[in-house]
């Protein structure tokens, strides 16, 4: 497989999985040493002193190093032997790479509680809402253009975007976000939830287009998207008495309980293979809008 046309999230999140398989005993001896030598000189030249890395990143780098020391990366083959040490030597940054893990776990159950606390007060307050459940992507095609700064930046923009609520966030009464990476694919992405006052806008399918169409617009045509709220899609979830999108009824008890369940798939305990790889000081990967605010009328006012 060639690793050279891999960008720098692409290249740790190969790294990553290549870790986590040798440590889980779930690929053989001759594709680690393949790997190795496709995805070492790649990564060493990735390598950025200022960003931040998985412990399974950080556990490639330090035991790799130990075995070639200064040896200019495209000099090295990874032989039976370099192999044999390398896998060796990954043992002993097993528990670092569970601390981790454990880590996320909490950190994604403690955001968890928090959301469907948010989405509750907000379907008790509200009599409708509407709900848009969007991701935001790269195209495959030109996902190798897009490094871990670029998408910091782009999500960046687009959350301002969201805060100044024009366009088609207008009316939008809350919102979450979360950032997740895949695993060899290594994509970055964005599952985004939108939710509108009911009273004034209706049209779902129509407005995650719109949300979806500001994205590829905001990044230059290297974004794209995805909508559930194709017909076929809610049909789907609708067959099995899951729609949590679209217009939800504070009245009806089936659409809000769907509609935190739909919400809550941001923030899923379980889903540590998603956690990013790599990330810039002081990135956040999940957020969520305030629900006690001035403008939110019919609350008591705030206590100071």
């Known amino acids: 497989?060639?690793?050279?046309?891999?960008?720098?999230?692409?290249?740790?999140?190969?790294?990553?999985?290549?870790?986590?398989?040798?440590?889980?005993?779930?690929?053989?001896?001759?594709?680690?040493?393949?790997?190795?030598?496709?995805?070492?000189?790649?990564?060493?030249?990735?390598?950025?002193?200022?960003?931040?890395?998985?412990?399974?990143?950080?556990?490639?780098?330090?035991?790799?190093?130990?075995?070639?020391?200064?040896?200019?990366?495209?000099n090295v083959i990874w032989d039976h032997d370099k192999t044999k040490c390398f896998i060796k030597m990954l043992s002993c940054y097993k528990n670092d790479i569970e601390r981790e893990r454990i880590t996320f776990s909490y950190q994604e159950s403690q955001n968890q509680k928090q959301l469907e606390d948010y989405v509750h007060n907000l379907t008790n307050h509200y009599s409708r809402l509407l709900f848009i459940r969007i991701d935001l992507k790269y195209a495959k095609e030109t996902s190798h253009h897009v490094s871990i700064e670029g998408f910091d930046c782009h999500m960046r923009k687009f959350r301002e975007l969201i805060s100044n609520k024009k366009t088609c966030f207008e009316y939008l009464q809350g919102n979450a976000w979360a950032l997740e990476q895949g695993g060899i694919e290594g994509g970055l992405h964005c599952h985004l939830l939108?939710?509108?006052?009911?009273?004034?806008?209706?049209?779902?399918?129509?407005?995650?287009?719109?949300?979806?169409?500001?994205?590829?617009?905001?990044?230059?045509?290297?974004?794209?998207?995805?909508?559930?709220?194709?017909?076929?899609?809610?049909?789907?979830?609708e067959q099995y008495g899951k729609l949590g999108i679209g217009m939800i009824h504070r009245d009806n008890p089936r659409e809000v309980e769907n509609a935190v369940t739909s919400a809550l798939y941001l923030t899923k305990p379980s889903k540590h293979e998603q956690q990013l790889k790599l990330w810039v000081p002081n990135m956040r990967t999940f957020g969520r809008g305030i629900y006690r605010t001035p403008k939110r009328r019919g609350l008591s006012p705030i206590a100071k």
Not at 204 to 230: F, I, Q
């Open 194 to 237: 939108l939710i509108y006052d009911g009273s004034q806008k209706q049209r779902d399918r129509y407005l995650a287009r719109e949300v979806g169409e500001k994205w590829k617009m905001m990044t230059g045509g290297l974004g794209e998207y995805y909508s559930y709220h194709d017909a076929e899609t809610k049909q789907q979830y």
């Open 1 to 74: 497989m060639p690793y050279s046309h891999l960008n720098q999230p692409l290249v740790v999140a190969n790294v990553h999985s290549l870790v986590t398989d040798i440590l889980a005993n779930t690929i053989s001896f001759n594709e680690t040493m393949d790997k190795l030598n496709g995805l070492y000189d790649p990564f060493m030249n990735h390598i950025n002193t200022e960003l931040f890395y998985s412990q399974p990143a950080l556990a490639f780098l330090s035991s790799t190093q130990a075995i070639v020391g200064d040896t200019y990366p495209k």
